[in-house]
C-alpha cells in the first residue's frame, strides 16, 4: 500500500511562494491518482488540485493560475507549486492517495500566509 508523507510547508508573506512535497512510500505509485486538499480553522477540508495516473490535472477555481500539482513517479513524489500566496491559502494541507479500492491521507503539513 502506498502512504504519503508531506512536507515543505511554513510562514510566508503574501505574495510569495511555497512548493508543498508528498512523498510515497510503497510500490505502483504511477497507478494512483494523488490529490492536495487544505484545511482552515472552522472549515471542511477542500480539494486543491488532483494530479491523475496519466498526468491529467485539475485545480479548485480559487488557486487556478496561482498554483501548480506535477508528479515523479521515479521518485514516488507529488508536488504543489504555490506562487502569490494570499491569505486565504492559510491551511493545514494535506496530500492524498487515491484509486479505485484504496485511499490513504498524509498526516499534513502547515502552510501559513502572513506579513
Known amino acids: 500500500q502506498v502512504q504519503p508523507v508531506e512536507s515543505g510547508g511554513g510562514l510566508v508573506q503574501p505574495g510569495g511562494s511555497l512548493r508543498l512535497s508528498c512523498a510515497a512510500s510503497?510500490?505502483?505509485?504511477?497507478?494512483?491518482?494523488m490529490g492536495w486538499y487544505r484545511q482552515a480553522p472552522g472549515k471542511q477540508r477542500e480539494l486543491v488540485a488532483v494530479?491523475?495516473?496519466?498526468?491529467?490535472?485539475n485545480y479548485a477555481d480559487s488557486v487556478k493560475g496561482r498554483f501548480t500539482i506535477s508528479r515523479d513517479n521515479a521518485k514516488n513524489t507529488v508536488y504543489l507549486q504555490m506562487n502569490s500566496l494570499k491569505p486565504e491559502d492559510t491551511a493545514v494541507y494535506y496530500c492524498?492517495?487515491?484509486?479505485?479500492?484504496?485511499?490513504?491521507w498524509g498526516q499534513g503539513t502547515q502552510v501559513t500566509v502572513s506579513s
Open positions: 492524498k492517495v487515491d484509486s479505485v479500492d484504496y485511499a490513504a
Open positions: 510503497g510500490s505502483l505509485f504511477s497507478r494512483y491518482m
Open positions: 494530479i491523475t495516473s496519466g498526468g491529467t490535472t
